[in-house]
């Protein structure tokens, strides 16, 4: 069964960037190349929301409108990783960002938590004024 563990939250600064790393245990590397991956947030009293997602090759992006401009996702299928840069980072993006794996290798649409079938345990992104 895969695990997946977050890493590289912080507290910032705004205008600060940060880099999140996700390291999926538990999958082949076949198996992982094939696995649609991506990131959720869960600000303060909010809903998670989508922030981003990736194909098992790499080649199919999609971000969240309010993200878009800012965030760049990534993966290493050798090392079984995916990465979320982000640069000029605002209160906004304060939240819980948690890596997921998507129910289908055949579809980055995982914009609802009912596309995803393992979620990571989180990790903190915290920006002050």
């Known amino acids: 069964q895969v695990q997946l563990t977050e890493s590289g939250g912080g507290l910032v600064q705004a205008g600060a960037s940060l880099r999140l790393s996700c390291a999926a245990s538990?999958?082949?590397?076949?198996?992982?190349?094939?696995?649609?991956m991506g990131w959720y947030r869960q600000p303060p009293g909010q809903e998670r929301q989508f922030v981003a997602a990736?194909?098992?090759?790499?080649?199919?992006?999609r971000y969240a409108p309010s993200v878009k401009a800012r965030f760049t996702i990534s993966r290493d299928n050798g090392r079984n990783s995916v990465y979320l840069q982000m640069i000029n980072l605002q209160p906004e993006d304060t939240a819980v960002y948690f890596c997921?794996?998507?129910?289908?290798?055949?579809?980055?649409?995982?914009?609802?938590?009912?596309?995803?079938?393992?979620w990571g345990e989180g990790t903190q992104v915290t920006v002050s004024l």
């Open positions: 997921v794996k998507g129910r289908r290798s055949d579809s980055v649409i995982i914009t609802t938590p009912d596309t995803i079938e393992t």
């Open positions: 538990g999958r082949t590397f076949t198996d992982y190349s094939r696995d649609v």
């Open positions: 990736i194909s098992g090759s790499g080649t199919t992006i």
